[in-house]
């Protein structure tokens, strides 16, 4: 695990890896790029007279390629599929720094050099964020449609007057992060069920696995009865009612098909499937989770370092936020009673997406645009293609990965300035760099619990296969990222 002499992500003092010399805030080009414009593909070794090289801004051409772009996606929820301004933006970031990404300190992981990004790769990625984006119809109307399933189940539960009548709804996962790809058919739910105290009692040396228990009689006694022999609240009593409850609500919700799947082992989610013809169906994941208002347990401490990101108020502002635990059994306990809960922090995961510059105007009409949504949509449908391809041996892998690495990247790349719109291809490798540099060592700190690693060396020989194979993937510029569009 990471406590014992893990590397933590740089972030809050000391040097952090130099970031791309992009445009500046008010979106000029640097000086280095000014100086010294990208050599053309196939022109000769000696320089021009400066009279010759140098030429008005107006008369600069755009290369010829980006015609070739579809339009910006409107209803995607990410950035705009911009044109390259200008030359490439190995031009505009120094040689010395077109390095793999990865903290101070740290060795690189084999093979995790950037390559110079070009003008062409560079295309070959905006074109493939552009093909992931949401099209606004299939938007409206999968949307439209779980509104009204989980509506339903929600008035239902709350008229029932039983254990479920405090709820209230949280959409959360990478939908309403706008950072969902390919196809609006999977939707996170999660359902809180309000809670002024409790003991939380760690059940594992990774801080995120709780026992709950009431430190005095509580004033939600409808839980009262979830207690297990030993008096600590059941997870898995209070999903088993939540489940009988749905499975016989969504037989009375109108002109939709809602079936129930059958339960995975583990799971903290209830899975409806709604039939959405003639488009795919639609899964729902409708997750239980308690919010417990109270103080962040001190597994926490050492994390969220957003304060040169995000900035040190923002981060007092989601610590007096309410905490969140999920239904999850611990896996790690040798007899499963289902009465462990995991902390979940999906509500500060979507604020820090929807809200993500340094600068409170990033990605804003008249703000400076950045391409991290986009390079998150990368690295996510990167994985998801790798684990099409190699089911077995990366099954271990899921997207909270990639996620945490971003995160992660967010704070050591903190500017808006290092996520320049126009850098996409430089700034979604040294997003890879970082992460090949977790995988080579087998270490992922939770973003929010930095002792719980989400790489474990007993998965070494899993963590080495999927870096040889994002390595293959960087070395011959994607070419999966073209076998499914």
């Known amino acids: 695990m990471d406590g014992a002499g893990g590397r933590k992500p740089q972030g809050g003092s000391g040097a952090r890896p130099a970031a791309p010399r992009g445009r500046g805030a008010g979106g000029s080009r640097s000086s280095t790029a000014t100086r010294r414009a990208p050599r053309r593909e196939g022109s000769s070794a000696r320089r021009r007279p400066s009279s010759a090289r140098r030429r008005p801004s107006s008369a600069r051409r755009r290369p010829s390629a980006a015609k070739s772009l579809p339009a910006s996606p409107a209803a995607s929820g990410g950035e705009k599929v911009p044109t390259p301004l200008g030359g490439t933006a190995a031009a505009r970031v120094p040689a010395a720094r077109r390095r793999a990404a990865v903290p101070d300190g740290a060795v690189s992981a084999p093979g995790a050099v950037l390559r110079s990004p070009s003008v ?3 295309l070959r990625l905006r074109e493939v964020v552009f093909r992931l984006s949401l099209g606004r119809q299939d938007v409206s109307e999968a949307s439209e449609l779980v509104n009204k399933v989980v509506s339903h189940l929600i008035q239902a539960l709350r008229s029932n007057g039983g254990s479920f009548s405090s709820i209230e709804r949280l959409g959360a996962g990478s939908y309403y992060e706008h950072v969902k790809i390919s196809e609006p058919n999977e ?3 999660m359902l809180l069920t309000p809670v002024a105290r409790l003991q939380l009692d760690e059940c594992d040396d990774t801080g995120a696995y709780y ?13 009262l009865k979830f207690l297990d022999e030993e008096g600590k609240l059941s997870a898995l009593k209070m999903l088993q009612e939540l489940r009988e409850i749905i499975k016989q609500e969504v037989k009375n919700i109108e002109d939709v098909e809602v079936t129930v799947q059958r339960r995975k082992a583990g799971s903290p989610a209830i899975t409806l499937q709604i039939k959405n013809p003639p488009a795919a169906d639609i899964s729902v994941d409708i997750i239980l989770t308690l919010e417990v208002q109270q103080s962040w347990p001190p597994s926490t401490q050492d994390g969220l370092k957003i304060e040169p990101w995000l900035g040190r108020k923002v981060k ?7 905490i969140y635990l999920v239904a999850k059994q611990n896996k790690k306990e040798k007899v499963l ?5 995991r902390l979940s922090f999906s509500h500060i995961e979507k604020d820090m997406l929807n809200n993500h510059g340094s600068s409170k105007t990033c990605c804003e009409s008249d703000g400076l645009k950045c391409c991290r949504k986009s390079c998150l949509k990368l690295l996510k449908y990167l994985l998801e293609q790798l684990k099409m391809k190699y089911p077995k ?4 892998f899921c997207s909270y990965h990639v996620k945490t690495a971003f995160f992660h990247s967010c704070v050591i790349w903190p500017n808006d300035t290092d996520w320049h719109v126009g850098d996409l291809d430089y700034c979604f490798q040294k997003c890879l760099g970082y992460f090949l540099d977790c995988l080579q060592k087998s270490q992922l700190p939770h973003f929010f619990i930095p002792k719980y690693n989400l790489l474990s060396v007993e998965d070494k020989a899993s963590n080495d296969f999927l870096s040889r194979q994002i390595n293959s993937e960087l070395n011959n510029g ?8």
């Open 211 to 223: 026992y709950l228990t009431f430190k005095r009689n509580p004033k939600e006694r409808y839980l």
């Open 316 to 322: 007092g502002q989601f610590r007096n936020r309410s």
């Open 120 to 122: 062409a790769g560079a």
């Open 478 to 485: 994607f070419p999966i990222f073209q076998e499914r569009l």
């Open 187 to 189: 939707f996170d739910i």
């Open 337 to 341: 009673r289902g009465n462990t809960w």
């Open 393 to 396: 041996k990366l099954e271990k």
